[in-house]
């Protein structure tokens, strides 16, 4: 999806928020032909939803525009009180907004910052977290885009607190959003709604399992050099893919192979596991 220029004339922190509702309502009303009905402004009880959509086989969804701080208990609070409605939720947070704890950009970028709220989305949303970008100096506004977030090759899991923010560190992998079409799913005991994006990993695992097909029948004296050997991880897959992807997500994946077919050597794997 191509940058989308949006024109307002407000220039205070509400003008990033209404950037972002008024893209999502205008380009998914227009665009996904599955829409019966949408609005802004929505009311569910005592709630108003930023976006409102209904599906033509009568899912409901809402959309949650986040651009300031908020904690995890209050996106709890307000996911479950639109399931208990039946309603599918969907959470997209401004990418240089104060509700992130440091700038997201649709890339590939190793050693970012996440705060709490970040991972708890990526958690729920089974390895995702949605964004949306606003320069307020151009008045544009990017379309939305996905992260997937994994352990960094420098840094652990262990959280990290400096002054009154707290943040984990984080390799980043972006993915496209080939379209408007949105859809509805449960998931870690949540209603979600979210768009047809590829997961991460499982896209990652099969470039990898190709690659490594390809590699061995055009190199066939590495076959058994490299087959069930620390070699083929170290010198063949780590050093195609680590500059996009680190080694955590990469090891991630080579299991997930390895699950299926034993294709490389279990010891193997975990050696370099140990090396996160």
Known sequence: MDDLSILLDKKSESFYHKSIKQLIFKYVSERNFNIAESSTEKYVKNRRADVYFKLKNGQEIVVEIQQSRISIKEIVKRTKEYNQQKIYVLWILHGKGKCVASPKFPEHKKNVRINPVEKFLHKIYGGRVYYVNVTHSKS???????????????????????GFEYYYFRNSNFTFIPNWNLLCTNFNNFRIARFYDKNVKNSLKNQILSYIQIYLKENPYDYKKYRKTKKLIKNV???EFKRNYGKPIIIDCIKLINKKGKFLNEKAIQIYKKKR
């Open 140 to 162: 544009k506004i990017s379309a939305p885009y996905a992260l997937h977030y994994s352990l960094s090759d420098k840094k652990t899991d262990k959280i990290i607190q400096s």
């Open 237 to 239: 897959i780590i050093k």
